[in-house]
């Protein structure tokens, strides 16, 4: 449950503190030591609104993980919207004790400021301390009209202006902008799409020729298109492995991921800075697209729990008959796998976050 009248910088309880540099587990002896967390509130801190896609994956892990920590405390979701979830991150980076009290789930659209280097943005991935990872996919297709039977004969449609509907530049919508170009392809982005069905429509009137959708969306309201003969799948993104190599997305294990679909366009594997960007944003938005974070200076027994926990009810029987569209087929990282995905997932090289900005801003006017 969410209370929506208790500010989150209550001292109640002591769950957050002003002031930075709290990073002693000696100021924390009980929780340090006993690793149990009975009796416990914990708060499972979310940077967006309740009912969005974020907001539905924590309510649905908060229980099980409740389950599996030490204790069985309650953990509540606690929602912190606005500045497209920068606001909350902040907060939290700046602010949240190292107790195990809180902790923090982000997704790719609070990654993308961070990697593009937004002014706006006080949080730093690499100081917080993942314990799980979510992925999630998605399908590039075509209208079958184009005449285009499969991604090796994509090239055909160099010499042809296709229109892509997007939502924004810097949103989630810049991994196809940045494949679509790796691939050679001549794409005119139209933004202004307020999500992702009304490029899928727009390719159903014919205003659109190139789409993708995530994996959900994909199976429920494309696969009937090309079923129907009216729409020709691509390439999926792809997810990561362990040790953070790109693998084909388990639910469309049919079709060549991105780096398959680059290899049999070109006849070579992908490389070179803007390879690298398209990497990182990738892994961003889908492969690591939603991970669960603690404090910097937390202690690693607490850390060691939590990690055991997410394990432990990613595995259980209830998570994963509940799972559905929720977290899908897709390969929850936890335990050894988490520090691998997370890593792909929040970082970029200096070079090609340079690169990156210097595309926006002379290509599609973006300031920073």
Known sequence: MTRPNTPFLSSRRGLLR??????????????????????????????????????????????????????????????????GSITGTNTFYQRARPDGLSFIGTSGSTQFPYLLGDPRVRYDYTRMIPTYVSPTGGVVYL??????????????LRDRELVYGSQG??????????????????????FGMRGRGEGR????????????????????????MVQAGTAVPMFSWGVLDGQGNVQRDPSFPDLPHFVEAFEMVNGSKPSGVEYDAYLAFFASGFAGQKPAMLPHGTPDNIVAAYRK??????????????KGDVLGE??????????????????????????VRNFLATNHNVRF
């Open 143 to 156: 209208p079958k009209s184009l005449g285009i039977e499969n991604v090796s004969q994509l090239a055909r």
């Open 330 to 355: 897709y390969k929850q990282a936890v335990g050894d796998d988490v520090q691998a995905v997370y890593r792909v997932a929040t970082t970029i090289k200096p070079e090609a976050r340079e690169w």
């Open 18 to 83: 002003a002031g930075a540099g709290l990073g002693a587990a000696a100021a924390l002896p009980g929780l340090a030591q006993a690793q149990d967390f009975a009796g416990r509130t914990i708060e499972f801190v979310i940077p967006f609104a309740e009912a969005g896609g974020s907001d539905v994956w924590a309510r649905f892990m908060a229980p099980f993980l409740a389950k599996h920590l030490p204790g069985k405390p309650n953990v509540i979701v606690r929602n912190v919207p606005g500045g």
């Open 201 to 224: 429509l727009g390719l159903m009137r014919g205003e659109i020729t190139i789409d993708y959708q995530t994996s959900s969306a994909y199976i429920t309201q494309v696969m009937p």
């Open 169 to 190: 530049a810097t949103s989630l919508d810049l991994v196809p902008m940045l494949a679509f170009r790796l691939l050679g392809l001549n794409v005119r982005h139209v």
């Open 309 to 322: 926990a997410f394990s432990d009810a990613v595995a259980d029987p209830e998570l994963q008959a509940r």
